[in-house]
Nanobody, 128 residues
C-alpha cells in the first residue's frame, strides 16, 4: 500500500501563490492516479484536482480551473498542486489521495468507495 504525506501549506495573502507537495512511499507510485481535495471549516470535503498515473490527463474543479495546476514527478514519487491567484475562499485543509484507477473516475467517484490512501492534510490559509 502507498503512504502519502502532504507539505507546503501555510499563510498567504490573497492573490498570492503556494505549491503543495504530496510525497508517496510504499508501492509503485506510478500505478496510481492522485487527487487533491480540500475541506474548509464546517464544510464537507471537496474535489480540487486529479492527475492520471502518467500525468497525461488532468481534471479540475470549476472553482480552481485556470488558477491551480496539478502535476507529478514519478521519479520523485511526488505530486504537486501549484496554486496561483489564491482567494480567501481557498482557505482549507488540503489532502492528497491515491487510487489505482483513472483520474476521471477518481475525480467523480471518490465519494463512493474507499480510496487506497489518504494523506494527513496540510492547512492553507489565505488572508484578505
Amino acid at each position: 500500500q502507498v503512504q502519502l504525506v502532504e507539505s507546503g501549506g501555510g499563510l498567504v495573502q490573497a492573490g498570492g501563490s503556494l505549491r503543495l507537495s504530496c510525497a508517496a512511499s510504499g508501492r509503485t507510485f506510478s500505478n496510481y492516479a492522485v487527487g487533491w481535495f480540500r475541506q474548509a471549516p464546517g464544510e464537507e470535503r471537496k474535489f480540487v484536482a486529479a492527475i492520471s498515473w502518467s500525468g497525461g490527463s488532468t481534471y479540475y474543479a470549476d472553482s480552481v480551473e485556470g488558477r491551480f495546476t496539478i502535476s507529478r514527478d514519478n521519479a520523485k514519487n511526488t505530486v504537486y498542486l501549484q496554486m496561483n491567484s489564491l482567494h480567501p475562499e481557498d482557505t482549507a485543509v488540503y489532502y492528497c489521495a491515491a487510487d489505482r484507477t483513472t483520474a476521471q473516475h477518481l475525480s467523480v467517484k471518490w465519494r463512493t468507495y474507499a480510496l487506497d490512501a489518504w494523506g494527513q492534510g496540510t492547512l492553507v490559509t489565505v488572508s484578505s
